[in-house]
C-alpha cells in the first residue's frame, strides 16, 4: 500500500535548474527519513541527499552536489522535493526517492523513478 512517486524531471541545459518532487501515500510521511537517490546507466544507485523526519537533524549531501541542490519536505502535503541548480552534464541520471523508518539501515520503500538528462 506504501506508494511513493516522483515527478518533475525532464530535459535541461547545462547550468540550469530542475525541481523534482516526490509524493508519498500509504504510511506516516512525518515519522520517515526521506532520500534521494540516483542512478547513471553502468553506476551504482548514488546517494544524493537525505532530509530526516526530526527537524532537530539536519539534512545531508553528497558531496558532489553540495552547494547546488536542496533537499525539503512539506509534512502537511506528504512530499519531499529536491530543487536542483547549476546542473551538471554528470548530474544526468534516474533519480529515485526514498523513505527509511527511524531506526532502520535500509530504505524500505521506493519510487519508480524519474529522468533527469542535462545537456551540454
Known amino acids: 500500500q506504501v506508494q511513493l512517486v516522483e515527478s518533475g524531471g525532464g530535459l535541461v541545459q547545462a547550468g540550469g535548474s530542475q525541481r523534482l518532487s516526490c509524493a508519498a501515500s500509504?504510511?506516516?510521511?512525518?515519522?520517515?527519513?526521506m532520500a534521494w537517490f540516483r542512478q547513471a546507466p553502468g553506476q551504482e544507485r548514488e546517494f544524493v541527499a537525505s532530509?530526516?523526519?526530526?527537524?532537530?537533524?539536519?539534512?545531508r549531501y553528497a558531496d558532489s552536489v553540495k552547494g547546488r541542490f536542496s533537499i525539503s519536505r512539506d509534512n502537511a502535503k506528504n512530499r519531499m522535493y529536491l530543487q536542483m541548480n547549476t546542473l551538471k552534464p554528470e548530474d544526468t541520471a534516474e533519480y529515485y526517492c526514498?523513505?527509511?523508518?527511524?531506526?532502520?539501515?535500509?530504505?524500505?520503500?521506493w519510487g519508480q523513478g524519474t529522468q533527469v538528462t542535462v545537456s551540454s
Open positions: 532530509i530526516s523526519w526530526s527537524r532537530n537533524t539536519s539534512p
Open positions: 500509504g504510511l506516516t510521511f512525518s515519522t520517515y527519513s
Open positions: 526514498g523513505a527509511r523508518y527511524p531506526g532502520q539501515t535500509e530504505y524500505a520503500y
